[in-house]
């Protein structure tokens, strides 16, 4: 069964702070992660893609195929990281996504 | 290029009625999908069109359905509406035939009373 867990629905961390939302997911196969973001009253949007290895808005994220992880970091977070993040994979023509985290920066 | 465009955005429907939500995907998208999106639920598949065909179904009951057209642009019926399925229902849309980056639309928030 396709599924990802988000453990955290909440993470509240001070601006400058390293942030690591947690994402693992259970697939059959070799799935393609994504994450995705949710800024306040604005559309979900693709953070990044594990196949593209890039650094978006200063997030990074690994896929650990051992642990079966994809856990997105940040070494120094900023107010404007504040937001909704979703963990999602593709299989079989649909994306299914975690519950979601929301990161809560304070100044 | 414009974005995915979803209408209404805002309904209020009575129980037992039944809705239709529209889906304009990207120009040159085929794939869209339909997600259903809840506080406590999160975010769920409902269904997914490709060139005018349904290639995949999530765990919702018949009352859910949808279609495509041929110009790509989706609709999703709900019908004998119930509380529960008050919700903003999401539409994406991708470019190629697998599902691989989903650009999402604003939603359409729906409210049963």
């Known amino acids: 069964a396709q599924r990802v867990t988000q453990p955290e629905k909440l993470l509240s961390v001070f601006k400058g702070a390293p942030v690591e939302l947690k994402c693992n997911y259970s697939y059959s196969g070799s799935p393609e992660l994504f994450w995705y973001v949710q800024y306040s009253r604005q559309r979900l949007q693709l953070l990044l893609r594990h196949i593209s290895r890039e650094s978006i808005k200063g997030f990074t994220a690994d896929l650990n195929k051992g642990e079966t992880s994809f856990h997105l970091k940040k070494p120094f977070a900023q107010e404007e990281d504040s937001a909704m993040y979703y963990c999602a994979l593709t299989g079989f023509q649909k994306l299914v996504f975690g519950t979601g985290t929301r990161l809560l920066v304070s100044p | 290029k414009a974005g995915v465009t979803q209408t209404p955005r805002y309904l209020i429907k009575t129980r037992g009625q039944q809705v239709t939500l529209s889906c304009s995907p990207i120009?040159?998208?085929?794939?869209v999908s339909w997600y259903q999106q809840t506080p406590g639920q999160g975010l769920q598949f409902l269904f997914e069109y490709f060139s005018e065909t349904q290639r995949n179904k999530g765990n919702f009951p018949g009352r859910f359905s949808g279609r495509q057209f041929s110009n790509s642009r989706s609709e999703m019926n709900v019908s004998t509406l119930e509380l529960g399925d008050s919700a903003l229902y999401l539409c994406?849309?991708?470019?190629?035939?697998?599902?691989?980056?989903?650009?999402f639309g604003q939603g359409t928030r729906l409210t049963v009373v």
């Open positions: 994406a849309s991708s470019r190629v035939g697998a599902v691989t980056e989903a650009f």
């Open positions: 120009s040159g998208h085929r794939s």
